[in-house]
């Protein structure tokens, strides 16, 4: 059974706190990507990875970094959280040959106080 | 930069009947997927079905079916005989082929299926 796993179902932070999200794919997939969910906004991409070491930004990469220092872990940073980082958080992982859809972690609802 | 975009925010339907939901995209590649994903209240994303767009053919997976007219970048997903069960968001998505593959969603549609 493939499995993408978030580290936090929910997670409550302080502004200004540098906080981590991390996603665990068992998959061996080359590609991987952090979402933030939000009403009326759907998904909208914030990094992705193709490969170790390797990231793009994606639409909204402002106030955020990525870390994949392992094929199978792929990180995301708040380094300063702010109240408009409030957000649901996904995680997904996908094979670079895509005849595979991609997959997703149960998501992360972070609040920041 | 591809683009996504899903124009209808909600869409209500009575159970059985038949339902199509709507999604175009903006592209300058040729090589691509495109995807329609479920999210039920649980939030785990569910993968309704798949086109890809070398393929003239429309994808169809029991119930679930797309319209893909490639020229006008448009990709609807229409559900027939609806069930309580598909009651959810749903979500249009594109990824490309070449290089640094990227999916990108769109807003999506939330449906509700009444009995």
Known sequence: DVKVTQSSRYLVKRTGEKVFLECVQDMDHENMFWYRQDPGLGLRLIYFSYDVKMKEKGDIPEGYSVSREKKERFSLILESASTNQTSMYLCASSPRDTHTEAFFGQGTRLTVV | AQTVTQSQPEMSVQEAETVTLSCTYDTSENNYYLFWYKQPPSR??????????????NATENRFSVNFQKAAKSFSLKISDSQLGDTAMYFCAFMN?????????????RLTINP
Do not use: H, N, P, S
């Open chain 2, 44 to 57: 785990q994303m569910i993968l309704v079905i798949r086109q890809e767009a070398y393929k003239q053919q």
């Open chain 2, 97 to 109: 082929l070449q290089g640094a593959q990227k999916l990108v969603f769109g807003q999506g549609t």
